[in-house]
T-cell receptor
Framework: EAQVTQNPRYLITVTGKKLTVTCSQN?????MSWYRQDPGLGLRQIYY???????DKGDVPEGYKVSRKEKRNFPLILESPSPNQTSLYFC????????????FGPGTRLTVT | DQQVKQNSPSLSVQEGRISILNCDYT??????FLWYKKYPAEGPTFLIS?????DKNEDGRFTVFLNKSAKHLSLHIVPSQPGDSAVYFC??????????FGAGTRLTVKP
């Protein structure tokens, strides 16, 4: 089944404790991206990657890192999480050469205390 | 600075009637527009898109209209069904790189 998977689905952590949210797609898509969803703000793009080893900042990249060492994986790294990063995070991928029509993962709800 | 705005947080319509969801944008360089639907506890799913060279695109019960001079986008659902109840996000892209989303409109279709 074609899908985008994220792990973990739920995470509660403390300020400053490094964490990684994994994202994997099995559709051989070149484009992948990360979003956060907050009430009243919709989805905001954090980072995107148009291909392996190519990443670019989205709308809200501060406090996040990403890497794209393999085509299928695009982990999101929070080196020192803070409470304002409490949010619902979505990973997405697209078959197009650019952002196009994206397939989204099920989401990761992160709480930073 | 939100470049894509959905000014109606919610909309309620009767089953069988038309649902019209609206979206405004400020960046005249946007050239590709999409609508996504989101159910609770799931990721958004793509619904329909339109390129800036068109002013209308249809897919079954869903039609998207683009008015570039007004920087306005709308999604029409006819006829509306209870299963259409979800949050709808408008999105826009410039040069197919990054993407900007609106805040979403929660549609409720009453039986």
């Amino acid at each position: 089944e074609a899908q985008v998977t994220q792990n973990p689905r739920y995470l509660i952590t403390v300020t400053g404790k490094k964490l990684t949210v994994t994202c994997s797609q099995n559709m051989n898509h070149e484009y992948m991206s990360w979003y956060r969803q907050d009430p009243g703000l919709g989805l905001r793009q954090i980072y995107y990657s148009m291909n392996v080893e190519v990443t670019d900042k989205g709308d809200v990249p501060e406090g996040y890192k990403v890497s794209r060492k393999e085509k299928r994986n695009f982990p999101l790294i929070l080196e020192s999480p803070s409470p304002n990063q409490t949010s619902l995070y979505f990973c997405a991928s697209s078959a197009d050469s650019g952002v196009g029509e994206q397939y989204f993962g099920p989401g990761t709800r992160l709480t930073v205390t | 600075d939100q470049q894509v705005k959905q000014n109606s947080p919610s909309l309620s319509v009767q089953e069988g009637r038309i649902s019209i969801l609206n979206c405004d944008y400020t960046n005249s360089m946007f050239d590709y527009f999409l609508w996504y639907k989101k159910y609770p506890a799931e990721g958004p799913t793509f619904l329909i898109s339109i390129s800036s060279i068109k002013d209308k695109n249809e897919d079954g019960r869903f039609t998207v209209f683009l008015n570039k001079s007004a920087k306005h986008l709308s999604l029409h659902i006819v006829p509306s069904q209870p299963g259409d109840s979800a949050v709808y996000f408008c999105a826009a892209s410039e040069n197919n790189n990054d993407m900007r989303f609106g805040a979403g409109t929660r549609l409720t279709v009453k039986p």
